[in-house]
C-alpha cells in the first residue's frame, strides 16, 4: 500500500511514521502535490501553532491539495484542528473540511490544567475507524485546543467538558489524540485506518 505523510511545518512527524513502519507500512513523507494525490492513504499528522502551520500550507498550497484529496485521509491532533474551518489558535481560518471551530479549553477549575495532557477515556464510539478497541479504550492527548462536539463527531471524551476526540466526514478522518503514542489501542487505530 502507498501511504504518504504530509510534510508541513509541524512537530511530531516521525513518530506517526515509526508508527506505521511498526505495523508494516513504509510511508513517504513529503510535500509534493503529485505523490500525495496518488498515494493509496494520507495522514496528515502534527504539533505546533495552527496559524503557523496555515501560513506554511498555504505558502505551499497545500492546503488546496489536501481539501482537494479522494482517498482516505487522516488528521491527527493539530492536522484535525487545522482540517476544521477556523481556530482560535491564532484567529485562523483553515482548510474547511469540517464546519467547526477549535476553541481553547477554559478552565474551570484548579484541577483543569491547559493543556490537557495524559491518558483519557474514549467514548461513543461510531465508525469503522474506531473498531475492534475493546471497552473502555484508553488514548493519548496531549493538547490546548478541542473541536466541540458535532454531527461528524466519531468518538467523545472529556476534559473540562465533553469534545470530539475523532471525526469524520466523507474521505476525511481525524483524532486530536496520538495513535502513534497510544500503545496497542493507537496502533488498532492506524490498521483500521489503512483498512478503509
Known amino acids: 500500500m502507498n501511504v504518504a505523510i504530509v510534510k508541513y511545518n509541524a512537530g511530531n512527524i516521525y513518530s ?21 494525490k496518488k498515494a493509496d492513504r494520507v495522514l496528515f499528522p502534527g504539533q505546533g501553532h495552527a496559524a503557523e502551520a496555515m501560513d506554511y500550507l498555504k505558502s ?31 484567529d485562523v481560518d483553515c482548510i474547511g473540511i469540517f464546519d467547526a471551530e477549535v ?14 495532557m495524559g491518558w483519557n477515556k474514549l467514548y461513543d464510539l ?28 466519531i468518538a467523545t471524551a472529556d476534559y473540562v467538558l465533553p469534545y470530539s476526540a475523532s471525526m469524520h466526514k466523507n474521505n476525511f478522518y481525524t483524532c486530536q489524540f496520538h495513535p502513534e503514542k497510544s500503545g496497542k489501542v493507537g496502533e488498532q487505530i492506524l490498521e483500521n485506518f489503512l483498512q478503509l
Open 16 to 36: 506517526v511514521l515509526n508508527a506505521l513502519k511498526r505495523v508494516g507500512i513504509d510511508p513517504v513523507l513529503t510535500d509534493d502535490a503529485e505523490l500525495l
Open 126 to 153: 461510531k465508525s469503522p475507524l474506531m473498531a475492534n478497541l475493546g471497552t473502555d479504550p484508553y488514548v493519548y492527548f496531549v493538547h490546548s485546543y478541542y473541536v466541540p462536539l458535532c454531527e461528524e463527531t
Open 103 to 116: 476553541k481553547r479549553f477554559q478552565p474551570e477549575k484548579h484541577e483543569d490544567k491547559v493543556p490537557c
Open 60 to 90: 505551499h498550497r497545500l492546503d488546496e491539495v489536501i481539501r482537494d484529496l479522494k482517498q482516505p485521509v487522516f488528521g491527527i491532533c493539530v492536522g484535525q484542528q487545522l482540517l476544521c474551518k477556523h481556530s482560535e489558535e491564532g
